[in-house]
């Protein structure tokens, strides 16, 4: 038993993905030569020594049968960097070893055989890609005759900026704490459904009593928590676990392609339609009972195994109840990272499973608890309501990256509004469904969540005339695609341009949709890039764009002192080649800068090569994004 659990101890802890990352030392470089078949290979290497301050050493393996010469050669080779600048003079570590005299100084001639090794000081910036030329005089032992072998190389500078990738990480590096807050929040909701309240006092009961001492009640009702919270999250966690074992990114391509491909995010909407039509009492969703009932024959062995089964009865049962919000947290999760499906699950399970350990631990606390009645019925209720609203949101993510024009921003805003009215109604009970009881008085509880619904409604009225409504941002349509503002509808800030048909900025930005166009313009304008890895689907980026974007320090930096690209990775629409745009966009984004999550933000400079700043993946802090952006603003 000793080893069963540590056995599962160790699994759980695989399951909590907190990554750290940590800065590079040293990177190496790429070198591509102008002949083939070089009598020399250099391996480029370049280590931070202080801030702005970087090393990089040049070691040429020379062929068998040539040599080369030292610096003090006039045939010594020849080092160049087009965007850094050198420090100091390039010093040699390796002794040349001496050959015969020098016919034009007299002196004795050096020169290296096997090896050459050249170390140079430059001023850069963490992260920098530096590019350069190197040409070295190589010469047969035999006859002395020379070639000179060029060759371009191009390096990234190790330091704060290799980890900028996770700061926040555009993969996973930055944990979603608005998603990790709704899973906690749908984990306790889940307790208070008809199929699980009434299994609280006496499941923790059943610890209590059954056990030899107070103690070992407490040890079997942490083990029942802890088995609930494996049997949630280990499913998803093996997809993850063993995609990274293959040294794949599966998962990662699994996840991100559930949440921005517009097939998946239709079956969620359907999905969410049917669950939301179960709590509102039209049917239940039930599993076999055949699997229940063997479940629950399991529970009646003892030790470790018999609560394992126990807790498997309870996941089983409460299926019906927690099947929709199980669904909704893992849906909701994929627009993050690839450790976020697993992270959100695992808050939702340990909210699901706390109480039980708890109330096990301090019993006195069951005479606490209301007893079951109507109530639970109307948390389903109130549930069905509220995965009414969340499921469009699939719709309108495919809707959006398909372009069919089914959600614009005031046919969605009128649906919410509707169904949370309804809502607020039923919570007054001038609304009832088959299995409610009947409302004989409203209790303050309920007359505040109504007065809460009803000012949310509020709220989203002045929206059907434009208001931006920036609390809800990540969840409705965009501002372009609203068909009436108070002021008149906006023309398309950027007509003309690749793309700007279909796609858009916010806040009347100007901007480009393609990067060699916006490459072109950077160039002209001498002006660095923002390149702004985004999609249809993603909610953060709606919320950095009202929440950041539109600050008065972010916004006139953007405008004036930038020449933003916005690369759409979920956009279906076909392009050059019969490809989609999106998956074009994607594959870019991954290759280059290895970002494949949104908002993913990155700084060039104007020869869409040198990385100024970035990538910086989803962070509401403004300071630090003003922070960012001045760090490309004065390249």
């Excluded at 923790?204 to 088995?227: D, E, I, L, T, W």
């Excluded at 069905?384 to 469009?392: D, K, M, T």
């Excluded at 607020?424 to 209790?443: P, T």
Aim: proline letters at 5%; one cysteine or more.
């Amino acid at each position: 038993m000793r080893k069963l659990f540590k056995t599962m101890v160790l699994t759980l802890a695989l399951m909590l993905p907190f990554a750290a990352f940590a800065e590079g030392d040293k990177t190496v470089g790429e070198v591509n030569y102008e002949n083939e078949g070089s009598p020399v290979e250099w391996v480029i290497t370049a280590e931070k020594e202080s801030d702005g301050l970087f090393v990089v050493t040049f070691d040429g393996a020379i062929k068998e049968g040539f040599h080369g010469y030292p610096m003090t050669d006039f045939s010594a080779p020849y080092f160049e960097f087009d965007n850094a600048t050198a420090v100091g003079e390039m010093t040699e570590p390796l002794t040349p070893v001496e050959h015969g005299i020098d016919e034009l100084t007299g002196e004795p001639s050096k020169i290296y055989y096997d090896r050459a090794l050249y170390v140079q000081k430059i001023e850069a910036k963490d992260g920098q890609k530096v590019t350069g030329f190197v040409q070295a005089t190589i010469c047969t032992n035999d006859t002395n005759q020379c070639t000179s072998n060029a060759a371009t190389f191009a390096i990234v500078m190790p330091g704060v900026a290799a980890v900028e990738a996770s700061e926040p990480a555009a993969e996973g590096g930055n944990l979603d704490w608005s998603s990790i807050i709704q899973a906690i929040l749908w984990g306790f909701a889940a307790l208070l459904t008809p199929c699980v309240f009434p299994m609280v006092p006496m499941t923790v009961s059943f610890f209590v009593k059954g056990s030899q001492s107070p103690a070992q009640g407490r040890f079997r009702a942490f083990m029942y928590g802890f088995f609930i919270v494996a049997l949630y999250v280990l499913p998803i966690a093996v997809l993850v676990l063993l995609s990274n074992a293959f040294g794949t990114n599966v998962a990662g391509d699994i996840f991100n392609a559930i949440g921005t491909h517009w097939i998946p995010n239709l079956i969620f909407f359907v999905i969410f339609m049917v669950f939301a039509a179960s709590f509102l009492g039209a049917f239940e969703i039930t599993l076999p009972s055949s699997l229940v009932n063997k479940s629950d024959a399991g529970a009646d062995k003892g030790g470790l195994i018999g609560i394992f089964f126990m807790a498997l009865t309870l996941v089983l049962v409460s299926f019906s109840c927690t099947g929709p919000i199980v669904g909704s947290v893992i849906i909701s999760s994929t627009s993050g990272g690839v450790w976020m499906p697993i992270i959100t699950m695992f808050a939702f399970a340990l909210a699901f499973a706390l109480p039980f350990t708890v109330l096990a631990w301090f019993p006195s606390l069951l005479k606490n608890l209301p007893k079951s009645g109507g109530w639970l019925n109307s948390v389903k209720v109130v549930l069905g309501f509220i995965e009414v609203a969340l499921g469009l949101k699939f719709l309108m993510t495919a809707d959006q990256t398909m372009h069919w024009g089914l959600l614009d921003r005031e046919t969605y805003l009128a649906i919410w509004i509707v169904v949370f009215s309804l809502l607020g109604f039923y919570l007054l009970g001038k609304l009832r469904f088959a299995h409610d009881d009947k409302v004989e008085h409203v209790s303050v509880f309920r007359l505040s969540l109504a007065i809460a619904v009803f000012s949310f409604v509020v709220y989203m009225i002045p929206g059907m005339w434009g208001a931006p409504l920036n609390a809800i941002s990540g969840y409705i349509p965009p501002m372009s695609t609203q068909d009436y503002q108070v002021n008149g509808r906006v023309e398309n800030a950027n007509a003309g341009r690749k793309y700007a048909d279909f796609l858009h900025l916010p806040h009347q930005l100007e901007g480009h949709f393609d990067f060699e166009e916006a490459v072109a313009d950077a160039q002209k304008q001498n002006k660095p890039i923002f390149v702004d890895v985004t999609g249809h689907a993603c909610n953060n980026c709606r919320e950095m764009e009202t929440m950041v974007w539109s600050n008065d320090r972010v916004l006139p930096m953007l405008r004036d002192d930038f020449v933003i690209c916005a690369l759409y990775v979920d956009d279906m629409t076909k392009i050059e080649g019969g490809k989609r745009l999106g998956s074009v966009n994607a594959a870019f984004a991954q290759e280059r800068w290895g970002v494949n999550a949104q908002p993913g933000y990155i700084l060039l400079a104007p020869d869409g090569e040198t990385v100024l700043a970035g990538p910086r993946g989803y962070d509401t802090d403004i300071d630090a994004f003003v922070k960012f952006l001045e760090k490309g603003k004065n390249f």
